[in-house]
């Protein structure tokens, strides 16, 4: 096997490799944001539950007139 041609295989490895490793960083970061996003609408939920509960006539009614 030449020296040069296998200098150039491993090039090329190490560049899928760093090339995999960012693409794996960007869905992480993905994932992340996911996870707050979610995290927050929890916490939205929770208190809109919590003001329920604190006053659970309101919304219970719909008047409708034609």
Known sequence: ???AL???ALSQGKIQQQASISVM???I???EQQ???LQKLMSTASSVQIQHSAQ???GGNIDIKL
Do not use: N, V
Request: hydrophobic fraction near 45%.
């Open 1 to 3: 096997m030449d020296i």
């Open 6 to 8: 296998a200098s150039m």
């Open 25 to 27: 960083k960007k869905a």
């Open 29 to 31: 970061g993905s994932a």
């Open 35 to 37: 996870e707050e996003a």
């Open 56 to 58: 659970p006539h309101l």
